[in-house]
């Protein structure tokens, strides 16, 4: 008897705008907010699904066209706002992957746009 096991990993790639495009381009991909000293938190996106997950239970729903363009506008500031200079340890940060890639960007403030975001969708 043979067993193999196949496991994958997605591409850690920079945070460029061609790389952050290559997840979105999947059409299922997940963004994962990273706080110091917090559960972390993640909204994952499949066709026209949105998916929360947190230490509350998850919820998952259709998305409208104006929440993905609000979503769209803040992954923008925040991809406008990163620095490499911040250190992952010590600061909030947040994760883009899809199965192929996976990118790590880091804002230059503490960002507080998370929770709004949250509270905008009515998922928090």
């Known amino acids: 008897m043979c067993v193999i096991t196949v496991i994958a ?3 850690t790639v920079d945070p460029t ?8 381009t999947s059409k299922d991909f997940t963004f994962e907010f990273h706080k110091k ?3 972390s938190a993640s909204l994952s996106f499949r ?3 949105l ?3 947190s230490d509350q239970p998850t919820i998952r729903r259709v998305i409208t066209y104006d929440e993905v363009v609000l979503i769209n506008n803040f992954i923008q500031n925040i991809v406008n706002l ?6 992952k ?3 909030s940060y947040y994760v883009i992957k899809n199965t192929a890639y996976k990118t790590v960007v880091i804002p230059d403030q503490e960002d507080f746009y998370f929770e709004a975001l949250l509270k905008t969708l009515d998922l928090y």
Do not use: G, W
């Not at 990163?82 to 250190?87: A, G, K, N, R, Y």
């Open 9 to 11: 990993c997605a591409r």
């Open 17 to 24: 705008i061609e790389n952050i495009n290559k997840i979105f």
């Open 37 to 39: 000293e917090a559960p």
């Open 47 to 49: 066709d026209d699904y």
């Open 51 to 53: 998916v929360f997950k």
């Open 82 to 87: 990163h620095s490499e200079t911040l250190d």
């Open 89 to 91: 340890k010590s600061s």
